[in-house]
């Protein structure tokens, strides 16, 4: 049985830090692009950035770049979102996502709510 954990989050004041963790059990992450959605009340649950083959990174939104940095480690079986400079704005349910079908970045953001397996969502709150 596939299962995706993020935790990590918080509430942070506007310019913290905040490193989000996602923990895979059931499949090799190694194997698979993942990637980081959030959604925030009242939006569309959006892709934020992916790791893929040979642990490039792909952006899907122009919002996080130069803030957002994703990164993978194959022994823990996790991925990471190392989220810095946080705003009000990135106040949302953060989610990690991967699919046994789909072989690249692109396409997970594309399926969005159609991907199979997603964690629980742990929630990011920026306030002052």
């Known amino acids: 049985q596939v299962q995706l954990a993020e935790s990590g989050g918080g509430l942070m004041h506007p310019g913290g830090s905040l490193r989000l963790s996602c923990a895979a059990s059931g499949l090799f992450l190694v194997n698979y692009p993942i990637a980081w959605f959030r959604q925030a009340p009242g939006k569309e649950r959006e892709g934020l950035l992916c790791i893929g083959g040979g642990d490039r990174s792909t952006y899907y939104v122009d919002s996080v770049k130069g803030r957002f940095t994703i990164s993978r480690d194959y022994v823990r079986n996790s991925v990471y979102l190392q989220m810095n400079s946080l705003k009000p704005d990135d106040t949302a349910v953060y989610y990690c996502?991967?699919?046994?079908?789909?072989?690249?970045?692109?396409?997970?953001?594309?399926?969005?709510?159609?991907?199979?397996?997603w964690g629980q969502g742990t929630q990011v709150s920026v306030s002052s």
């Open positions: 996502a991967t699919d046994k079908s789909v072989s690249n970045c692109g396409d997970l953001f594309r399926l969005n709510r159609r991907l199979e397996y």
